[in-house]
């Protein structure tokens, strides 16, 4: 059995190149050539040859779909250009409206729509260089998103090589779990008594975001490329034109219906809404576009989304069940929300056994008693509502709910105040508000404390080991290791993960500490005007509610809180474990660049996007994503797009990366 470098490397290329093929059939063309025993003999064929001569071992190879060693944490990616979302339309009329603002651009009669499914899953970017697979990225905040690419290599319809070399390609497409695999999974899961996936969606969202590919590898994946950002001496002028390009070059695309006629589209979207459930996957809607490329430059982008594009999204579904009982949970404001325990119906692909009632004056107003046969709805995101009552089946049997008037976490009162809607446990030692302050203190959006879920916490809380989030920066290996469902590299890990968690953004900070209508947006506000926790915490009514999007009844919550010597204290805890209390970049930040806005085009060396809009707005400018005269600079990375001719027609200053940095650095 003794082969020679170059006979391996023969063998190699061809067993590549046959497994490959049958990838495609099977994964891209529904249409498999072999047995998937058949398929499996010629993969441990390639691996053993791979084991024995390592260094033939190739990033494209389909050896490295099963997956490679686990990651102790995902690197950030900034994307070349941001990814954006699509402005809704619910119905006919909405996408009358966009049809007459597209119109309103490009004249009447010179309009082409292509119309796609539009799939519930999560969007990627995946970077190509000379026809191989470099890079696949979530969407993050839509400038910066996690490098998955070990995760999505194991994705089995995305080409690890393009069919056509070109020397730069990157695509964007939308991540999935059949609903076949996602039944599969959740059946797995049950029987391992594991937590189950609400939808196919979060359950793609969860094995995209594993760092260990293997088990990615093991979920049934798919994605359906639906843009060409760019591309290297490509040439398309249409969308369409496009799609058909990505075909080729060996890609799941979707299938475009094109038409001139709006009313052709609306009917269109209808008809899918219709039969959506036939494709064997999600859809929440469908996708129009303006299908000349030129034309889509023509009318451009919206801070947020293209005009060039709307989602139409599909009416929710709607279902009859019975109310079993009402329950009542205390969230981290320590307000008391009455749930509903339905008998389980399946609603949009996926099981409701719960809806929320939000309050009193919800279940009074629709009349909702505890026995009634309700009708359920969920609309995409949303959590289930309870929209009104069959009362034809009422029996006479059914029960009034009647809000508790004692805690059920902690036994005090509850108590609704006058003008409120939410009934409320005031006790703030309530261990129930606690815990739920500090679920939301470790969140993704606040203090992003990686492996700390709920169960954890419960644990950690129930132990004594915590009483609130500051003690989490006080935990010790051994206070962990002993843990339930704990061990020495998970401790080490959650120690890690709290550590990191001390560089966040004063942002972030602010918004971890749940301050009573705070929110992300708030915090981020908060954090620019006043630099540092100490600034904020003296900051008065007078200077809050200066700042523009900062009312009188923030501004009160803000100084109630900071009122308190318990937060205080907890801050102070922070502040001695060596918790970040400053604005990123520049504590003593100027405003020299009050009022100037920026435009970033191209990839940075030296910063990542993100970096450079947060020093940006550390001194006091603001960063937009599109080019217009009101811009006053355009930074300039490698390989700019559009937005770079753009400035150049337009006569605004362009800045290249080092000039930009001199500008920020020249206090
Ligand atoms: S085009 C500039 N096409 O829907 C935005 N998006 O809210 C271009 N999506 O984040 C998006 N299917 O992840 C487009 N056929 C399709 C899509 C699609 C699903 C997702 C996408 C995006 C979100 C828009």
Request: net charge negative; hydrophobic share 40%.
């Amino acid at each position: 059995m003794n082969i020679t470098l170059e006979q391996a490397r023969e063998k190699i290329n061809k067993l590549r190149e046959e497994i490959e093929k049958h990838n495609y059939h099977y994964y891209v063309l529904d249409n498999p050539l072999i047995s998937d025993r058949e398929f499996d003999l010629l993969m441990q064929e390639l691996i053993a040859l791979e084991n024995e001569f390592p260094e033939l071992v190739t990033p494209d190879s389909p050896s490295q779909r099963v997956g490679g060693k686990p990651l102790e944490s995902f690197a950030t990616f900034a994307h070349r250009t941001p990814l954006l979302s699509l402005g809704n339309a619910y119905g006919k009329e909405d996408l009358f409206d966009f049809h007459r603002r597209v119109v309103g651009v490009l004249g009447e009669g010179n309009v082409e729509y292509v119309v796609e499914p539009k799939i519930d899953g999560l969007s990627v970017a995946l970077y190509y260089r000379d026809g191989i697979l470099q890079v696949g990225a979530t969407r993050g905040d839509g400038f910066t998103g996690e490098d998955v690419t070990q995760n999505l290599k194991t994705v089995r319809n995305i080409p690890l090589r393009l069919k056509e070399t070109v020397p730069v390609l990157e695509v964007r497409g939308e991540a999935y779990m059949p609903r076949e695999a996602f039944y599969r999974l959740n059946a797995e899961r049950e029987a391992r008594g594991e937590a189950l996936f609400a939808n196919p969606r979060n359950a793609a969202a969860g094995s995209i975001r594993q760092l260990d590919p293997k088990i990615s590898a093991g979920r049934d994946l798919r994605v359906i490329v639906y843009a060409l950002m760019y591309g290297e001496g490509v040439t398309v002028a249409k969308h369409s034109e496009a799609l058909e390009y990505l075909k080729k070059q060996g890609f799941n695309t979707p299938e475009p219906f094109i038409t001139k006629d709006i009313k052709e589209v609306a009917q269109y979207c209808e008809n899918w809404g219709e039969k959506r459930h036939d494709l064997p996957y999600e859809i929440d809607g469908m996708v129009i576009k303006v299908n000349s490329l030129t034309q889509q430059e023509q009318l451009g982008y919206t801070s947020k989304s293209p005009r060039w594009a709307v989602a139409y999204k599909f009416p929710a579904e709607q279902g009859v069940t019975r109310l079993l009982d009402i329950i009542v949970r205390v969230g981290r404001t320590g307000a008391v929300t009455p749930t509903a325990i339905l008998e389980p119906i399946r609603l949009a692909g996926t099981t409701v056994s719960r809806a929320t009632l939000h309050n009193e004056n919800f279940i009074k107003e629709k009349d909702i008693k505890i026995g009634d046969y309700v009708v359920v709805q969920k609309a995409g995101e949303i959590i289930p509502e309870v929209v009104r009552v069959v009362k034809e089946k009422r029996t006479g049997e059914e029960k009034p709910f009647k809000m508790p008037e004692f805690c059920p976490e902690c036994g005090s009162r509850i108590v609704r105040l006058e003008g409120e809607a939410a009934s409320r446990c005031i006790d703030i030692s309530c261990p129930a508000i606690v815990r739920e302050g500090i679920i939301h203190f470790v969140s993704r959006n606040a203090m992003n404390i990686e492996g700390l879920g709920e169960a954890i916490i419960t644990q950690l809380f129930e132990h004594k080991l915590i009483r609130d989030a500051a003690d989490l920066y006080y935990l010790k290996y051994e206070d962990l290791v002993n843990l339930e469902r704990m061990g020495p590299k998970s401790a080490q890990n959650l120690l890690n993960a709290v550590e990191e968690s001390k560089n966040r953004g004063l942002d972030q900070l602010i918004f971890a500490l749940g301050i009573r209508l705070v929110g992300q947006r708030a915090a981020k506000i908060l954090a620019q005007e006043f630099k540092t926790m100490d600034r904020l915490m003296e900051a008065t009514f007078e200077e809050l509610t200066a700042i523009p999007e900062i009312g009188p009844k923030m501004a009160e919550s803000i100084i109630a809180f900071f009122g308190e010597e318990k937060n205080i204290q907890f801050i102070e805890r922070l502040k001695a474990a060596g918790v970040n209390m400053k604005m990123a970049s520049s504590p003593i930040a100027s405003d020299k660049l009050a009022g100037k806005t920026f435009v970033l085009t191209g990839t940075l060396e030296t910063l990542t996007r993100k970096e450079a809009q947060e020093k940006i707005e550390a001194l006091g400018g603001k960063v937009s994503s599109s080019v217009s005269k009101k811009t006053d600079f355009v930074v300039v990375g490698a390989d700019p797009g559009s937005k770079y001719d753009k400035a150049k027609e337009l006569g605004v200053t362009i800045l290249s990366e080092n000039e930009f940095i001199n500008l920020l650095d020249d206090k």
